[in-house]
C-alpha cells in the first residue's frame, strides 16, 4: 500500500510505534539461532546491530526534518542515495555494543511516540511530516517485520 492509499492517524502511528516496533527487540531475541541467520540474510545485513544501526539512522533522520518542520525551520533539499545512507549508518554505529544501540533504539521509539502524541491533525497531515512517518514508521515496520 503506497502513502497516496492511506491516511496516516495518530492512533495508526501510535499502534505500530507500540506494538510493532515495541515488541521488535524481543521478536528478534526470541529467534533460534538459526532463525536469526536466516532473517538477517534475507534482510541483508550482517548482524542485528546493523539492522538496528539502519532503522536508527532513519529515525533520526525522520525525526530531525520533522522537527525542522513544526519550527518552521528550513530543511535543506536533500537528494538520498538510499545505500550509501544505510552504509553511513553502518559505520556510525560500528563501535557501539549491541545492548547499547538497542538502548538507543528504545529512546529513539519513545521519542517518536511523544511526537506522535502531541501531534495535531493540522501537523500530520503535512506531506513532510506524513511522508517521513510513513516512511520510517510504517514501511520501515513492514520492509524489516519479524515473521
Not at 502511528?13 to 526470541?30: E, M, N
Not at 520533522?66 to 538510499?82: C, G, T
Request: contains cysteine; negative net charge; proline residues 1%.
Amino acid at each position: 500500500m503506497s502513502q497516496q492509499e492511506i491516511q496516516l492517524t495518530q492512533r495508526m502511528l501510535l499502534d505500530v510505534l507500540q506494538d510493532q516496533w515495541g515488541q521488535y527487540i524481543s521478536a528478534y531475541q526470541k529467534l533460534t539461532s538459526a532463525g536469526k541467520e536466516t532473517f538477517l540474510k534475507q534482510q541483508g545485513y550482517e548482524s542485528f546491530r546493523d539492522l538496528l544501526a539502519h532503522i536508527c539512522a532513519w529515525w533520526e533522520e525522520a525525526l530531525k526534518i520533522i522537527l525542522s518542520v513544526l519550527d518552521n525551520a528550513e530543511i535543506p533539499e536533500r537528494e538520498y542515495d538510499i545505500d550509501a545512507f544505510n552504509q553511513e549508518a553502518i559505520l556510525k554505529y560500528k563501535d557501539w555494543k549491541e545492548t547499547d544501540l538497542i538502548a538507543h533504539f528504545e529512546n529513539l521509539r519513545e521519542v517518536l511516540l511523544d511526537l506522535v502524541a502531541d501531534l495535531t491533525d493540522e501537523n500530520l497531515n503535512s506531506r513532510p511530516i506524513s511522508g517521513w512517518f510513513y516512511a520510517c514508521v510504517l514501511e520501515h515496520a513492514e520492509d524489516h517485520k519479524i515473521s
